[in-house]
């Protein structure tokens, strides 16, 4: 049972807000991005290697695609 405090900052989302303020405070205006992009897609000039970008969405695609096959192959096992 959830009493009436509870109830109030679920409505107001106020239990669902796991952001920090204080993380946005460290972004500077010179630097939008800091935080944003992982290590793995920056390249040597602090730009964004879009090569490995453009091969980990090739990659996760290949991935669900597999994933669904296994699923299809499973449901046609059992009918």
């Keep these: 049972m959830i009493s009436s405090t509870e109830e109030r900052h679920f409505q107001r989302n106020e239990?669902?807000?796991c952001q920090?303020?204080?993380d946005l405070a460290e972004a500077s205006a010179?630097?939008?991005l800091k935080g944003g992009i992982p290590a793995r897609y920056l390249d040597?000039?602090?730009g964004?290697?879009?090569e490995?970008?453009?091969l980990?969405?090739?990659e996760a695609r290949r991935q669900v695609i597999r994933a669904m096959i296994?699923?299809?192959k499973e449901l046609c096992r059992r009918c």
Excluded: F, W, Y
Aim: glycine share 4%; charged share 55%; aromatic share 0%.
């Design 15 to 17: 239990s669902l807000s």
């Design 20 to 22: 920090d303020n204080d």
């Design 30 to 32: 010179d630097d939008p």
């Design 44 to 46: 040597e000039r602090g």
């Design 48 to 50: 964004i290697d879009l």
């Design 52 to 54: 490995r970008v453009r």
């Design 56 to 58: 980990d969405q090739r």
């Design 70 to 72: 296994r699923r299809i």
